[in-house]
């Protein structure tokens, strides 16, 4: 995200190429002179590939104009520093990740501290399909249909003591797994943290999918945050330990570029970014930006949490 410049990637073409002038796949197939047996396959690959691209789920804080993202631009334009820098790395470089088996630490203040494998960390945990909004500090954004629980029920579980005031959560650090660490471009392993109100509002997931499967390894497999009123990053990926503090956490950008990230990162189109814009997003599959909805369109729910507080000085 530090290094990157804010150009977004380039189009592919099925974003500029109205739907009505593609041939049907049957005639294009024809026209290429394959089998109907080649017709038949190639059909039941391209109606999987439809199938994944089926967003499931409740929409929450949707605009009328919001459509979910396609698979492929979720899982294939990611920031994952521990697989590379680049956008394109991610999907490449975590494709040999094996996110199983993995054990969850939650401790700090805490009366119920535990390691718990994965299954039973989630279980007792409803398992929920909900499609938000996603708006990256870079001015791009997606709406993805993400699958998970909720956090504050893990929370509750673990039973926070009256001291408690932040959660801090701390992804896997494992050089030889995730060759990124062995670069020194952010400090490792990445941390980012939350308030503990903010941590136990019911839009904040902890999420095991997306578009109703298991996450691919680049989108932060098997258990990474989603936080939809603020930006991206604030979504750590790939998480081994959540602990309750009396601090506020120190995280990953803001150790990295303390003028630039602050602990909040609320969606502010008021508050600009030093090297881009918050005023408008560009949804990813659109050429015309958008204006930026403060708190990403989820303030009727969350505004609250912020009551009183300059948002100019908590970025
Ligand atoms: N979590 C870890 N562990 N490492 C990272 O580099 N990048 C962050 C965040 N979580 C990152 C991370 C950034 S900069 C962004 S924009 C989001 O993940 C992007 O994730 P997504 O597009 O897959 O949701």
Partial sequence: MLIRPSVPRDLRSSEITPESLYLSRREWLAAAGLTVGAIAGASALLAKRADAQQAVGTPFGLQPDDKPTPWMDVTSYNNFYEFGTGKDDPAVEAKGFKPRPWTVKIDGLVKKPGDFALDDFLKGSKVEDRIYRHRCVEAWSMVIPWRGIMLADVLKRAEPAPSAKFVEFTTLYDPARMPGQRSSVLRWPYTEGLRLDEAMHPLALLA????????????GAPLRLVVPWKYGFKGIKSIVHIRLTDRMPVTAWNTSAPDEYGFYCNVNPTVDH?????????????????????????????????????????Y
Avoid: C, H
Avoid at 279 to 293: D, H, N, S, V
Avoid at 295 to 313: H, I, P, T
């Fill in 208 to 219: 095991t999918g997306v578009y109703g499967r298991d996450l691919p390894n680049q989108n």
């Fill in 274 to 314: 030093p090297r881009w814009s918050q005023a408008k997003e560009r949804r990813i599959g659109e050429f015309l930006r958008r204006p930026t909805l403060m708190f990403n369109g989820y303030a009727d729910q969350v505004a609250s949490l912020y009551a009183g507080m300059d948002l100019r000085k908590n």
